[in-house]
């Protein structure tokens, strides 16, 4: 079956720090992947998406680039802000007929400190 | 710009009850999902739901669930009998096409607290 491993947090950074959050996945068929963002009290907001692979997705400052030899779509962060503070959470859909179901990784709970 | 909203945003409920959960997808939108998140835990795929009938489930969506679309705008997730393990976030989400290239977009959320 289809599965997504992130890694666990939370992960608490300073301001303008580097952010990196790994994921790795499994999949049966050729998966588009993911990144979502949940904001404290809000639903989930697709932040970039990478549909083959090396394929970067990029939105916000935040970058991760498709791995197929890897299986990995590490999502990275040159320089944080405290509005980045969220869960993120990784995920796949595999192509087939019945609806494309999305498949996520535990969730990240990023925190930036000021 | 449209989005996917929810009601209620928290539900509280006593064990054996029934609950129903609702969604108004986005208006153009043809695919529906439910999914739900148990605190701490990864958020799960429920149902998918396309032409009026169900396209996919998982093993967590038994007897005790079922979604209808009652009007062409509503979409709802019903638990016939609800029990404590039920507690979670439920996240409604539609998509405009086929193909994952097209973006799932979620709703705020239902937390169903069971007691």
């Known amino acids: 079956g289809n599965s997504v491993t992130q890694m666990e947090g939370p992960v608490t950074l300073s301001e303008e720090a580097f952010l990196t959050i790994n994921c790795t996945y499994t999949a049966t068929g050729y998966p588009s992947l993911f990144w979502y963002v949940q904001y404290p009290g809000e639903g989930l907001q697709l932040l970039l998406k990478a549909t083959k692979a090396d394929d970067k997705g990029s939105n916000k400052g935040f970058e991760a680039t498709y791995r197929k030899e890897t299986t990995s779509f590490h999502l990275e962060k040159g320089s944080v802000q405290v509005s980045d503070s969220a869960v993120y959470f990784c995920a796949l859909s595999v192509l087939q007929a019945a609806g494309n179901k999305l498949t996520f990784g535990g969730g990240t709970r990023v925190l930036v400190k000021p | 710009e449209p989005e996917v909203t929810q009601t209620p945003s928290h539900q509280v409920t006593q064990m054996g009850q029934e609950v129903i959960l609702r969604c108004v997808p986005i208006?153009?939108?043809?695919?529906f999902y439910w999914y739900r998140q148990i605190l701490g835990q990864k958020v799960e795929f429920l149902v998918s739901f396309y032409n009026n009938e169900i396209s996919e489930k998982s093993e967590i969506f038994d007897d005790q669930f079922s979604v209808e679309r009652p009007d062409g705008s509503n979409f709802t997730l019903k638990i016939r009998s609800t029990k404590l393990e039920d507690s979670a976030m439920y996240f409604c989400?539609?998509?405009?096409?086929?193909?994952?290239?097209?973006?799932?977009?979620f709703g705020p959320g239902t937390r169903l607290t069971v007691l």
């Open positions: 989400a539609s998509r405009l096409l086929a193909g994952s290239n097209n973006e799932q977009f």
């Open positions: 208006s153009n939108h043809l695919y």
